[in-house]
């Protein structure tokens, strides 16, 4: 499984290279709890995701992160 990990670093890059996009799929009780969440990540609650998929891009790379 550690194959399909990414380090924040290499994310980072990614996302600032345009080639990717941050998927985040943080509960809704400890997305209220974090103190700083990443900026332009696109936010869909692990409940909502099988009804908004339509908003992820049908290409490129999506990294998804949680807590």
Sequence with gaps: MDELRISPQDAAKKVAAGDAIL???V???SWLALSK????ALR???EE???????LPPTGEVI???T
Aim: charged share 20%; proline share 17%.
């Design 49 to 55: 995701i099988a009804d908004r998929l339509h908003e």
């Design 37 to 40: 969440v990443p900026r332009g």
């Design 23 to 25: 998927l985040d799929v």
């Design 27 to 29: 509960t809704t009780p």
């Design 44 to 46: 869909i609650p692990p």
């Design 64 to 66: 998804a992160f949680c």
